[in-house]
């Protein structure tokens, strides 16, 4: 079965504006990543989904090479300038997620945020990062979380005994980021759900962070970003384990692996997405010598979506 992608690119619309006002999610968020990764390091880092690199604060400076990947070639292409400028070492490659153009074991470390709610078919997607990731590499997955607190009221108010159905959640897509319209998969999680695909792939689960306990439009009218990021910073430490925000993030490190290579360049870590063979390629073109698809580099952005 195919799986459905969605495409940022079909609507005209500028990722980054979704967080003129949300400094607090933003920052909250960071405040994750940075416990995270604090004492990472490693050779090649991934952000799945990264779009305009909003994250690339987090690890660019731990990782010596860094790819933001994602399916909206026109996101990249826009930010691509800024970005390098500001992140030398982060090379950009419009891809799907679920056929990552790389060779097996090749990253210390990647996240995904913000983005599995439009997986539809995560344990295909896990996979392929446990493909692309080096035994001991470490990945983090930020999901929505379906039974957070203000989620649980309003299914108690209701009366719906659904809520603690480990099913993913499929929310209506009305207050879409970006990717508006029918079809279009924004699904919430159950943390058990993630955490038993996660190590059922091999990832084992080492940590656990509820983020954005406060988004809650009157609390930050009231209280403002800097109030609302010391309480956060307060939940963050007691509350770390528990499933009362809407957000939620594991931190884990795969278990499978292979061999212990070290790459230099990106042409030594790509591989055609489609049938994974070895491709030919010079500065601007790359073409697959087994199923002779060809690749391209358009304003300095690699375009491997398949
Ligand atoms: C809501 S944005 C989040 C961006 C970024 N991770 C952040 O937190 O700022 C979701 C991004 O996921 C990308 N995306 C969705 N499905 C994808 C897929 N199958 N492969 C690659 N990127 C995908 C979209 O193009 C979009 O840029
Ligand atoms: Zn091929």
Known sequence: MKQKV??????DYDYSTYWKNREYENQAEHLVLDKFLNNEKGNWFIDIGGSYGRLADTYADK??????????????QKNREIITKKYPNCI???????????RKDVFDGGLMVRVLHHIERQKKYFEEV???LKEDGIYIQEFANKIHIKA????????????NKLEPYQQPTIHLEGAKGDGVSFLNYHPKYIHDLLEGCEFEVEEKQGCSYFRVPILKRILGTRILLWLEKIFQNIFSNSNLPPSIFYKTELDS??????????????????CRKKLLMDDNEA???????KYIKKDGVWDFRV
């Open 6 to 11: 969605v495409n940022y690119d079909g609507y």
């Open 63 to 76: 990782f010596k090479n860094c790819v933001i990947l994602d399916y909206s070639l026109k996101t990249l």
């Open 92 to 102: 950009l490659i419009a891809a799907n997620a679920y056929k990552m153009p790389f």
């Open 130 to 132: 446990a493909r692309v």
């Open 152 to 163: 649980r009221v309003k299914a108690f108010l209701k009366g719906d005994k659904g809520i």
């Open 257 to 274: 692996g292979g061999k212990e290579e070290e790459y230099e360049n990106l042409k030594d870590i790509l591989l055609c997405p489609s």
């Open 287 to 293: 073409v697959c010598k087994n199923c002779k698809k």
